[in-house]
């Protein structure tokens, strides 16, 4: 198979972990095929670019546990080193944010407790007790001298997670940590690969990027009988047993469900601009990515970072509290806290909302029939208060509905993805605006909010909703593909009284308006990029913080300003909230 533009080198091998497997409608086909081969490299070649902070969520709490589970450490002492570490922890890696730490001291009395229960289960049970592997299993075909169908010569399928056998090699065990509360389900393919790999599979020393395994197959004379998965919630030590089974079974799930999954993975050529554009191999030739230099006239940060991305979530976030972004969007901390009920409110109108635009033929609401405060309690399970008003803001949006008398030719896009590249700055931009569409040759980008509060007329919308302001500049660059000057930006106000919704449009052909907008991402994006550090920045927002259980400034906002206002009251944004990443 051709590599791509952008790609040198060689593509005999495949090295798959179990997530080449789970399903991913938003990833890139060439990038998937790529990153499945390990010895293809960019051209022009990208340097390695350290990050100053840790990106890595259980990076820590993994290096922690290696000091418990393989050096022997008491877990007070490992808890001492967390406490006591300024920088990287045991001088690994990038410096670890303190927030970051006291999760990682958290999560490690979490997971130890949880693993030792799971253990007295299974004696219980009459199961032997697994020990920590230190190395991790893999699972590797010989080399040979002709390629297959795809150019292969030799496969190798890895793991992650915590690794455990029995003394005698009977029973495997993997334990897979989730940031929240433990999942309950993992997609079947990803499932058997991670069944191939515990059953088939070898302790293999880790090597350097790039270096070649070895020609021969992994030795699989001493099956283990039984292999059994874990997924292990790090924020409440929740656990769920996902898997167990035999070496038989497991070959057959790898056969059914991952093969299928991994060939496809290794075979995609398309191309679909969007988040895999951050670590894809082929950016550089690639044309169906957007490039937009100078989208917002941005300067180089100080220290130069590997690529990134950037949406109107990150930039409101990080302005917010530089920690908060970092904590919950990069790192996705979460201390399970409840959603407060005006953000419900937003996402139980934006559901409803994508669900009617999303009908073939597309039809406006004008004649629907809206959800009634039962049904919207129903549906979505928002208190009654909430529920009442999500249902009157619907009422509301029946004459403001952008589909109202579109003709049947014109394209309806629902939360579509607008991707563009800024290649000055390296920073991939991403935005899903909640509908794209056509009107007689023009197109129209429509953000709707929910809120319970009115527009405040001495602030432009630009200000107050960024969103509008980046789309005014993805307009004008092109990454559309259509002439600003054909275009509006709207936006869809939902309040709940009776005619006190609005429709507000923005004109990206206005040069005032390309520059208002310029200066607003600007102002947003300039101290994004230069952060370095991530420091806590306290407020309202520290309320609804999901990491505010680990940052020490931020718990002693909240017990110094107990919350007066009604969580409901607040501006509950649609389509902002990345879904994880």
């Known amino acids: 198979m051709q590599n791509p533009p952008g790609v040198v080198g060689h593509d005999w091998l495949i090295k798959a972990s179990p997530r080449s497997a789970r399903p991913d409608d938003a990833a890139c086909p060439t990038h998937r095929r790529v990153a499945m081969r390990p010895l293809l490299v960019a051209e022009p070649a990208v340097p390695f670019r350290p990050s100053p902070r840790e990106e890595f969520g259980f990076g820590p709490l993994f290096t922690a546990l290696d000091l418990v589970e393989h050096d022997g450490w008491p877990v007070e002492r490992v808890r001492e080193e967390l406490r006591n570490t300024r920088g990287p922890f045991r001088g690994q890696g990038a410096p670890v944010h303190p927030a970051h730490l006291a999760w990682t001291a958290h999560a490690l009395d979490r997971y130890l407790t949880a693993r030792a229960t799971e253990q007295n289960a299974a004696a219980s049970a009459g199961l032997p007790p697994t020990k920590p592997v230190k190395q991790p299993w893999t699972w590797r075909t010989r080399r040979t001298d002709v390629p297959d169908a795809r150019g292969v010569r030799q496969y190798e399928h890895t793991l992650w997670g915590r690794m455990y056998a029995s003394v005698d090699g009977t029973v495997r065990d993997l334990w897979l940590p989730s940031l929240g509360r433990a999942k309950t389900v993992r997609p079947e393919a990803e499932l058997a690969a991670v069944a191939q790999v515990m059953a088939y599979g070898a302790p293999t020393p880790r090597r350097r990027a790039r270096d070649l395994p070895p020609t021969a197959a992994t030795d699989d004379t001493r099956l283990p009988g039984l292999v059994r998965v874990f997924d292990i919630g790090c924020a409440d030590g929740s656990v769920e047993p996902l898997l167990a089974a035999e070496p038989a079974e497991a070959r057959q799930r790898f056969t059914d469900h991952a093969v299928p999954a991994f060939l496809s993975a290794a075979a995609g050529t398309s191309t679909q601009p969007g988040e895999s554009c951050v670590d894809c191999k082929a950016i550089a030739s690639c044309t169906d990515l957007k490039r937009t230099p100078q989208l917002w006239g941005g300067r180089h940060p100080a220290l130069v970072r590997k690529r990134r991305s950037i949406s109107v979530w990150d930039l409101r976030l990080h302005a917010k509290c530089p920690a908060q972004y970092h904590l919950v969007r990069h790192l996705h901390l979460n201390d399970l806290s409840a959603e407060n009920q005006g953000a419900r409110r937003g996402r139980a109108v934006d559901a409803w909302l994508d669900a009617r635009h999303g009908e073939r033929p597309a039809r406006g609401c004008r004649d629907r029939e809206t959800p009634d405060p039962a049904a919207m309690h129903s549906r979505s399970g928002l208190d009654d208060v909430s529920a009442r008003e999500a249902a009157a803001m619907l009422s509301e949006h029946r004459l403001l509905c952008p589909l109202n008398g579109l003709d049947t030719g014109e394209q309806v896009l629902v939360q579509h993805r607008v991707t563009a590249y800024v290649p000055e700055l390296d920073v991939v931009v991403l935005a899903v605006p909640d509908l794209v569409y056509t009107h007689r040759g023009r197109w129209i980008w429509r953000e709707t909010k929910t809120s319970a509060r009115p527009l405040w007329e001495r602030e432009s919308l630009l200000r107050t909703f960024p969103q509008l302001?980046?789309?005014?500049?993805?307009?004008?660059?092109?990454?559309?593909?259509?002439?600003?000057?054909?275009?509006?930006?709207?936006?869809?106000?939902?309040?709940?009284?009776?005619?006190?919704?609005?429709l507000e449009r923005v004109d990206p052909g206005r040069a005032e308006n390309v520059d208002e907008a310029r200066a607003v991402i600007a102002e947003l994006a300039q101290p994004l990029l230069d952060d370095t550090t991530y420091e806590p920045r306290t407020g309202r927002h520290c309320h609804g913080c999901q990491a505010r259980t680990w940052c020490r400034p931020g718990t002693a906002y909240v017990t110094d300003h107990p919350r007066t206002e009604s969580p409901a009251a607040q501006l509950a944004p649609r389509g902002e909230n990345p879904a994880h990443d």
């Open 469 to 502: 302001a980046l789309g005014v500049l993805l307009f004008h660059a092109g990454a559309l593909g259509t002439d600003p000057r054909r275009s509006w930006v709207e936006l869809e106000h939902l309040r709940e009284g009776h005619g006190e919704s609005r």
